[in-house]
């Protein structure tokens, strides 16, 4: 089952089973009420290398545990998350700011997905077997791999890293983001009871703390995820050591709506995966191509729902839409509100800031039909903010949605189910769903095209970018 962790302590950095504090300390705010949270440590340059050395030591004997070994600690760490829950998304809420509903999904998911890939074995493959050989494609763990987590959703995030690396073999070391180590740091102090000293470590810092990881010459593998601007960062600083890595980025999803949908049926949900978490979702609708047909319809189906959605503080009863997380992300939101009168966007419906409040909240707002080249249809603005566009020809609209630099996830909404897939097939995403968006699963791969990452997390492909791939040959018949 696990102890039971006291979420409003000082926790440390968890360094091979042992809470280890550290001079400096640093604090998050919540971003509902703009309070300070407790302390948190500052890992210093001293503090990555003995983790790292420890999980380095620790690889040894975990890389050669069965997978059914590892399998079992993983469901008794599920476990004991489990025993701590109620909690952790209290705690979540506070240093994250999503309603507390949102939180709870958050552990529903990070739960089945531990549970997930504890029945995720990567086996041998036999690639080609006759009198005189067999060989074999095997898949041993790289080493020692570090999780570096934004954010949004620190739970799933990271432990969407943890299950694929553990499960595999690997020892693993995660890095929440800044604005938001509590909960992760207590992931680290729940494992001290589950798994063996040094396989699972949590190190919480400042901004140096993410180079001097991605820097270290004894670190196998980086899997982030983040911003494109720090993917980039990442990625150049990873190949001084050639460190395997995987970038989970940056997305501003295009979301096509035919002529023949059920308009009342497909808002609600439509309007709540461009809102929900106020937003700061990678993978929620980002830009909405409307039939021109039904354009007009569509759009004052939304701004009614829109109407019925609550912003506020997480704790309220039915709050869709908390604080913006931090103050920097609220700056580039507002920023983004600000050129609503700026370039003379017309609103279909203006948000915009909650005054009288010291958290960080930002109403929803919806821009209708700007200009293609507004920042609103290019940039991801992750807050709650969207812009409606026309579209009349299939192809146009299949153009303009793959016109971005980005390719995390894009959507079709289709009665006609044969329309539908063809024209998902021609979208250039790393998910794409017809009538739907932002579906996720443990067993399938999650990953963008083009700037929006490399590689893919979950699923066996996921789980694979945290192993080596081994030929082995075998003659059978030469002694
Ligand atoms: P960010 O890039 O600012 O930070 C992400 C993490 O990287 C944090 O832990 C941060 O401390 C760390 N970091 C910062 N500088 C670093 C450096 N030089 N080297 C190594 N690590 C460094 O991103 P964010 O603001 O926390 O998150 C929001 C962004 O993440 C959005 O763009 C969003 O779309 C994206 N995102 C992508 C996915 C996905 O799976 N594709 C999921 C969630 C969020």
């Known amino acids: 089952m696990g102890v039971k962790v006291d979420v409003t302590k000082y926790p440390g950095n968890v360094i091979n089973n042992k809470l280890v504090p550290t001079a400096a300390t640093r604090h998050s705010v919540n ?43 993983l469901l008794a760490f599920a476990d004991a998350i489990e025993a701590n829950r109620e909690d952790m998304e209290k705690l979540l809420v506070q240093e994250q700011g999503k309603p507390l509903s949102l939180a709870k999904t958050e552990f529903d998911m990070t739960l089945i997905w531990l549970r997930a890939f504890a029945t995720m074995e990567i086996k041998d493959e036999v690639l080609d077997e006759n009198d005189e050989r067999i060989v074999y494609q095997t898949f041993p763990p790289l080493g020692v791999c570090c999780g570096i987590v934004p954010w949004n959703w620190p739970v799933l995030l990271g432990m969407g890293k943890l299950g694929p690396a553990l499960i595999t073999g690997n020892t693993l070391i995660i890095k929440p983001s800044p604005f938001t180590p509590y909960c992760d ?38 899997s982030f995820t983040g911003s494109i601007f720090t993917g980039k960062k990442v990625m150049e600083s ?16 295009p979301a096509i709506i035919c002529e023949d949908v059920d308009i009342e049926k ?29 354009y007009d319809q569509f759009r004052d189906a939304m701004v009614e729902f829109t109407k019925s959605i609550k912003t506020g503080d997480g704790f309220e009863p039915d ?41 960080f909240f930002i109403t929803p ?14 940039e991801e603005p992750f807050g709650p903010i969207v812009p409606l566009l026309k579209w009349s020809n299939e192809d146009d609209a299949i ?15 289709c009665k006609d189910l044969k329309r539908g897939e063809r024209i998902a097939r021609q979208l250039s995403a790393g998910s794409v ?17 083009k700037w929006s990452g490399i590689g893919s997390e979950w699923g066996t492909t996921g789980l694979k970018s945290y192993c080596n791939s081994r030929s082995l040959w075998v003659w059978k018949n030469v002694m």
């Open 319 to 359: 709050v869709t839409v908390g604080p913006i997380q931090n103050s920097m992300q609220y700056e580039k939101v507002k920023d983004m509100y600000s050129e609503i009168s700026k370039c003379s966007w017309k609103t279909a419906f203006e948000g915009g800031v909650k005054e009288a409040t010291n958290g």
């Open 31 to 73: 971003p509902s009420t703009g309070k300070a949270l407790y302390e948190v440590p500052v890992a210093t340059q001293q503090d990555v290398d003995t983790a790292v050395k420890h999980a380095r030591d620790a690889f040894r004997a975990w890389s050669q545990t069965t997978f059914s070994e590892r399998a079992n600690l």
């Open 238 to 253: 990873c190949a001084k050591t050639l460190k395997r890595v995987t970038l989970e980025l940056g997305g501003n999803d």
């Open 365 to 378: 707002a919806i821009i209708d039909n700007p200009p293609e080249d507004s920042r609103i249809v290019t």
């Open 266 to 294: 497909i808002v609600p949900k439509l309007a709540t995966l461009v809102f929900l978490n106020s937003g700061q979702i990678c993978m929620l609708v980002k830009r909405y191509y409307v039939h021109e047909k039904i």
């Open 185 to 222: 740091l207590k992931l680290g102090e729940i494992g001290m009871s589950v798994f063996p000293p040094g396989v699972f470590q949590v190190l919480s810092g400042g901004d140096d703390l993410g180079p001097m990881l991605t820097e270290h010459p004894d670190i196998d593998k980086i």
């Open 399 to 413: 153009e303009r949605a793959n016109n971005s630099k980005t390719g995390l996830g894009a959507s079709v909404w």
């Open 433 to 449: 769903w017809v009538n739907s968006h932002f579906d996720v699963a443990p067993n399938v791969p999650f990953g963008g095209h």
